[in-house]
């Protein structure tokens, strides 16, 4: 089955406490994005990637970090946390880019105390 | 600048009743141009898409939205709405002749059905 895996699916942690929250996708995509989900917000695109090692900034990139050394990963690092980044977070993927739909995961919902 | 503007936050209808999400965007071009269901607890699953050609393109689940260029407006509509559409709908730009590749979701609508 076609599908983006976000892990974990929850995670409470504290302050400054670095974490990983890993992406991957089975169907060969090139472009990959994370986006974070806040009440009254919307998504925000966060990072994203078109191709192996070639990420960029979206729009709200402060606070973290990402890699793409694989075609079907794209890992969201939090290097260290802090309470504004308790939100709901969501990787997708598309075939080539921006011009195909994206394919979503389930979402990660971090508490960041 | 924001480049999705989706004016209404809540929207209420009767089951039965037709639907319109007004979606804006602002950009010189065409953009590329999406609408989103996020069903509660759920990731975004896509309704339908439209980047050039008939401006009138039909998606999954009955929906159909319009472009209009002179509006800058991509609105999504069903004629008769069911339980089951209650969710918050997503628009989503993404401009093909920027440098960059990013995607610019709108803020959201959510959907309420009254029996």
């Known amino acids: 089955e076609a599908q983006v895996t976000q892990n974990p699916r929850y995670l409470i942690t504290v302050t400054g406490k670095k974490l990983t929250v890993t992406c991957s996708q089975n169907m060969n995509h090139e472009y990959m994005s994370w986006y974070r989900q806040d009440p009254g917000l919307g998504l925000r695109q966060i990072y994203y990637s078109m191709n192996v090692e070639v990420t960029d900034k979206g729009d709200v990139p402060e606070g973290y970090k990402v890699s793409r050394k694989e075609k079907r990963n794209f890992p969201l690092i939090l290097e260290s946390p802090s309470p504004n980044q308790t939100s709901l977070y969501f990787c997708?993927?598309?075939?080539?880019?921006?011009?195909?739909?994206?394919?979503f995961g389930d979402g990660t919902r971090l508490s960041i105390l | 600048a924001q480049s999705v503007t989706q004016p209404d936050i809540h929207i209420t209808v009767s089951e039965g009743a037709s639907l319109e999400l007004r979606c804006n965007y602002s950009?010189?071009?065409?953009?590329?141009l999406f609408w989103y269901v996020q069903s509660p607890g759920q990731g975004l699953q896509l309704l339908l898409k439209?980047?050039?050609?008939?401006?009138l393109v039909q998606g999954i689940k009955g929906f159909e939205a319009e472009f209009k260029r002179s509006q800058s407006s991509f609105n999504l509509r069903k004629p008769s709405v069911h339980w089951s559409d209650a969710a918050e709908y997503f628009c989503a730009v993404a401009r093909p002749l920027n440098r960059d590749d990013k995607i610019i979701f709108g803020k959201g609508t959510r959907l309420h059905i009254l029996p």
């Open positions: 997708a993927s598309s075939p080539r880019g921006t011009d195909q739909p994206q394919h």
């Open positions: 950009y010189g071009a065409t953009p590329y």
């Open positions: 439209y980047f050039s050609g008939d401006t």
